[in-house]
């Protein structure tokens, strides 16, 4: 699947066609399909700046705009968001943003008991 994304010069103008490879010949579809899973307002964890925009424009195509897509770093510090919080399958974390991540799932986990 290829979707048309166009870059803008210094002017504003379109000055050329990029095609986008929404999955590479060599993937899954499992980035795909874990932003159309993800819970509403989640947190979309994705690592690298060309796979961050590829994400973005990803969330676009599929018309998720409440996805917030964010890189590895923004685990680095716990925020106490009450948001999901999805990590790619292909995001390399450090022991650090794996702890934060766990408070995360433990804190989600809570929010669910006590709202039973």
């Not at 490879?21 to 307002?41: C, F, L, N, W, Y």
């Not at 994400?55 to 925020?79: G, N």
């Amino acid at each position: 699947m290829t979707i048309k994304r166009y870059r803008l010069n210094h002017a504003g103008i379109h000055d050329r066609e990029e095609p986008l490879m929404i999955e590479s010949e060599h993937g899954t579809g499992r980035t795909t399909q874990a932003m159309k899973d993800a819970p509403v307002d989640a947190v979309y964890v994705c690592s690298g700046s060309h796979a961050f925009s590829d994400a973005q424009d990803l969330r676009t195509f599929i018309k998720r705009p409440d996805l917030r897509i964010v890189s590895p770093s923004w685990l680095d510090t716990y925020r106490g968001v009450q948001r999901a919080v999805i990590v790619d399958h292909a995001c390399q974390l450090t022991p650090r943003q794996i702890q934060t991540l766990d408070i995360y799932q433990h804190d989600a986990s809570l929010r669910k008991l006590l709202s039973v």
